[in-house]
């Protein structure tokens, strides 16, 4: 039985994949061959996979765009694929930190811990999350009553504990030396499609949170922004992909700071019809 398919977002050489990825090609279809990839890329020289793969030749973007053809990438895969390309062959510093950047928060977002299922409850609360995000502040304490005078709007000093019951029982916290709590399961993020009931709960808990910021905080205090903008319905896949990178950013740069946890904040970013995609008759 062949091994399974190389998990792309493993890896920081692109080449290295293609390796990887052809030997298991040819590992499930014995027929498959250089050649055989080569021709769905559009290209001809026979060579070509075994000179990038060898650092003999770098991709063009015509030849990126063969091999994204080729390979039958994702979407996000083939954004992921591309700024490794970028990252391998980028001649400035500049540039390969614009690379890297996008490479970094890619990978940061695909190893951050997935709800579902036993998250139902985790999900369907919306202070269950912003009590977990508060023990990142130096200053956290495991007490209900501090808790609730914490959180905005206000949470009773019940629904406080029972979240600390359940982020304690979900290992989402855990105890430290002494009387520290600890976020326990690195980075936890819903994923980019609303694919169940609790992810579904979340969001419109969160979306009721920020009707509420409006009135709730100052100016200073918030950021919100609105377009009303005629969106070509083919463009619709594309701007979606944007929103994905732009939570990936978020994530990676906030999760990887070392300051303090400071001030538990959330971002919405979503885009939704206010008319019909046709006119009406």
């Given amino acids: 039985m062949a091994d399974s398919a190389p998990d792309l977002y493993a890896y920081l050489d692109y080449r290295k994949f293609l390796a990887d990825w052809f030997a298991h090609q040819k590992a499930t279809r014995k027929s498959y061959s250089h050649r055989a990839f ?10 070509l996979l075994s000179d990038v793969i060898n650092a003999r030749r770098n991709l063009t973007p015509a030849g990126l765009e063969g091999f994204l053809r080729a390979m039958k990438l994702t979407a996000p895969q083939a ?41 139902f409850r985790y999900l369907s609360t919306w202070y269950v999350p912003v009590v977990r995000e508060l023990a990142n502040r130096d200053n956290f304490r495991d007490d209900p009553e501090w808790i609730a005078s914490q959180v905005r709007p206000k949470i009773t000093v019940q629904q406080a504990r029972d979240a600390l019951d359940l982020l304690f029982e979900m290992d989402l916290l855990r105890r430290g030396s002494g009387d520290s709590v600890v976020i326990g399961g690195g ?7 609303v694919t169940s009931l609790a992810v579904r709960n ?16 100052e100016g200073s205090q918030r950021h919100f922004l609105g ?43 979503n885009f939704f019809p206010l008319s019909t995609a046709e006119e009406l008759p």
């Avoid at 080569?38 to 060579?47: D, E, I």
């Avoid at 980075?187 to 499609?193: G, K």
């Avoid at 070509?232 to 946890?261: T, Y």
């Fill in 38 to 47: 080569v021709r769905r890329t559009g290209q001809r020289s026979p060579s």
């Fill in 79 to 119: 954004r992921f694929f591309s700024a490794l390309v970028d990252l391998d062959q980028a001649e400035t510093p500049d540039e390969k930190n614009v690379a890297w950047a996008a490479v970094a928060a890619t990978r940061r977002f695909r190893s951050s811990r997935r709800l579902e299922g036993d998250g």
């Fill in 227 to 269: 377009v009303t903008v005629s969106v070509p319905m083919d463009l619709v896949p594309e701007l979606k992909e944007e929103l994905n990178a732009v939570q990936e950013r978020i994530l990676d740069k906030c999760s990887g700071s070392e300051l303090d946890g400071g001030r538990v904040m959330q971002f919405n970013f």
């Fill in 187 to 193: 980075s936890v993020v819903t994923p980019h499609e």
């Fill in 202 to 217: 979340y969001h419109d808990g969160m979306l009721d949170r920020a009707r509420g910021a409006i009135h709730l905080f």
